[in-house]
């Protein structure tokens, strides 16, 4: 075995270890496709008010920008459909915001595995990246031999559907690459978007992300949602899983065993008029370490009343 395969061999089973559902391997080059794509969408005004998509292109398309010498791109799946539901009165809540920020879990995981990486293999220089830097995770996930990337603009794992987060870690060293995601499977379904609550997914897998229930509940930080917007939001208070309910492939998704992610009483729990009577110190203490927090307790407020009207 060469020690380039040996090294790969290494990576996979850390991966694994760690809890990963999935690790796919990727050769660091620039992504000439993926970045056409994303200048056409971003000049369209499809991100909306998420000024931030706009900063650091050069980043999200060449790895080397972020890892010096970058040779690699490891993708990482971990899986977080739960297996509990909210009671039928709630507020709906993206099941992805069930347990703790997925950020803070993610990160963790990625720094262990760096540093195993280190121990197994000797100096490596990497850097981890979840969903809050710039880094085209989907694109690289298919070219990892993870999936496609569907019509409602989510990765799709042929075994497990889309209810996981994608995380990434670039690093200077050369490992056996897998074969790219050629196929896509989503044939002539359309059910994402004719399911979808404001017709925010577009034909051609775009999707205009300044329609999407999620940008309204949570990047939109305006005090007031659009008047325009009133009775299409299906009484989703935070995020939207519309596009991945319905999807035939999520009828293979398991249950996560990550313990990190498993859902806070008060998601599962609370009807409308608890979150109604629920006091600013009470959101802090609750949900202080939950994803809930990026929209703040004005935001949730605010969300709860626009989906009562």
């Given at each position: 075995m ?6 790969t061999h ?28 994303l200048e056409?969408?971003?000049n369209?005004?499809m991100h ?10 050069d ?12 040779k ?29 920020d997925?950020?803070e ?5 990625l ?7 280190k121990e197994e293999?000797?100096e490596?220089y990497g ?16 070219r ?5 990337v ?25 490992l ?12 002539t ?23 999407c229930?999620?940008y309204f509940?949570?990047e ?17 208070m935070?995020?939207?899983?519309v596009?991945?309910d319905?999807c035939?492939?999520?009828r ?6 990550e313990?990190g ?8 729990n609370l009807?409308t008029?608890d979150?109604e009577?629920?006091?600013e ?8 370490n939950?994803?809930?927090?990026r ?7 605010r969300n ?6």
């Open positions: 060469s020690a380039v395969e040996k090294h290494t990576v996979k089973t850390l991966a694994a270890e760690l809890g990963f559902d999935h690790c796919g391997i990727a050769k660091a080059q620039f992504l000439d496709e993926d970045a056409y794509r056409q969408w971003l369209k005004g909306g008010n998420m000024q931030y998509m706009e900063n650091y292109f980043l999200r398309v060449d790895p080397s920008k972020l890892v010096p010498g970058a690699s791109v490891i993708t990482l799946l971990l899986n977080y459909f739960p297996e509990e539901k909210q009671v039928d009165a709630a507020p709906k809540i993206s099941k992805y915001a069930f347990g703790n997925y950020h879990v993610i990160k963790a995981k720094k262990l595995f760096l540093q195993k990486i293999i000797g490596v850097r981890g990246f979840v969903d809050s830097a710039p880094v085209l995770e989907r694109a690289w996930a298919q990892t031999g993870l999936g496609w569907g019509k409602n603009g989510n990765l799709i794992n042929k075994q497990s559907g889309s209810f996981f987060f994608i995380a990434t870690l670039i690093v200077d060293l050369e056996n690459y897998d074969d790219a995601f050629a196929k896509d499977y989503c044939g379904c359309t059910r994402c978007i004719d399911e979808c609550p404001t017709e925010a997914i577009l034909p051609n897998k775009v999707i205009d992300g300044s329609k229930i999620s509940t949570i939109l930080k305006d005090a007031l949602i659009p008047e325009k917007m009133k009775r299409q939001f299906a009484n989703w935070f995020g939207c899983d596009c991945q319905v035939p492939w999520n293979f998704a398991k249950h996560t065993e313990t992610f498993k859902p806070i009483p008060e998601i599962l009807s008029n979150w009577e629920l006091t110190e009470s959101f802090k203490t609750i949900f202080k939950s994803p809930l927090k929209a703040k307790f004005e935001g949730i407020k709860l009343n626009f989906i009562k009207l």
